[in-house]
């Protein structure tokens, strides 16, 4: 049995919390992302109407760390006080500096949402979404100074079906992570394999440029990239005359009659737009809200349903 401390953030390290609490091994502590700083008036009220990691160790009881840094001297007093066998991370916003990860007894291991070595880094589920993977998974690894580039202890895979976006491949890594850490437990204190440089890959986050929508590229390469924006994260964007639209959402739909006029608005489905694409038997039904726009859902739809018409061209 190990003492375990845990740090992590969102679905991803709740589904790991959960699969350790079903375990033999003790947890020592928990020390949530949302935990590093004083919780604004937003926040609070965030956790009291949708319960996040903290409320949920509030709830269990569990030994909660609040600290502003997992490399700060504040941790690592309170690993020095809980003596933790492991330190278990499952998504975390910062790298540890090489004195924290040796501060466990026995190891420091990571929780990453990808066969590794393919997608390292910090977002390996929109990576995979992006470049069109058939395959992903989770892999427990030994944590080192180099960046997802540990001995693997326990990896399990699971595929990308074709109606996957960012939120439900999420869900299912994060149950699979659930289900096999006391696999990966069970293995700490043996060598692991070593992973094979030459097969590593890092994909970082599109930014400025890389976000508009060239509407002349394949059907499927477009849903990619439109589905694979996690909450939160800026999106993919195209334009409507002067106005700049971020697109939510994409369902590629077959078409009986060809179209080689991309980002040509075909129709509408309600709210949802029919867009033509590269491919001229392949359009996008997508979700479309004007950059800025303050009243949500209600924004975009009334914008989609008054301000756009069938025949217009998306795109500079």
Known sequence: MHKILLLGSGDFA?????????????????????????????SRLKRFLVSDNIALAQRL?????????????????????????????????????????????????????????????????????????????????????????????????????DFDDYGSLARRIAQRAKETIHLALANIGQEGQSQNQDDASYFYRPKG?????????????????????????????????????????????????PCDKPGLILGKSGSRLLVATGDSLRALFVRACPKGNRLGLLGAKYYCLNKIHAGEILGP
């Open 209 to 257: 440029k890389d976000l508009w929508l060239d509407w002349s590229q394949p059907a499927q390469l477009l849903r990619n990239r439109i589905c694979s924006v996690a909450p939160g994260s800026e999106r993919y964007a195209t334009k409507h005359g002067d106005r700049v639209l971020e697109v939510f959402d994409a369902e590629l739909v077959d078409l009986h009659n």
């Open 61 to 161: 009881n569990l030994p909660l760390v609040q600290v502003r840094s997992a490399n700060s001297p504040e941790f690592a007093r309170y690993v020095e006080s809980v003596q933790p066998d492991v330190i278990l991370v499952a998504g975390w916003g910062e790298i540890l500096r090489p004195e924290v990860i040796q501060l466990p007894k026995v190891a420091c291991v990571n929780s990453h949402p990808s066969l590794l070595p393919r997608h390292r880094g910090a977002a390996p589920i929109a990576s995979v979404l992006r470049e069109g993977e058939s395959e992903t998974g989770v892999t427990f690894h030994y944590l080192t100074p180099a960046i997802d580039a540990g001995n693997i202890l326990y990896q399990s895979s699971l595929p990308i079906f």
């Open 14 to 42: 709740r589904g790991v919390l959960e699969g350790v609490l079903a375990t033999e091994h003790q947890l020592v502590g928990f020390f949530p992302w949302e935990a590093r700083a004083k919780p604004s008036l937003k």
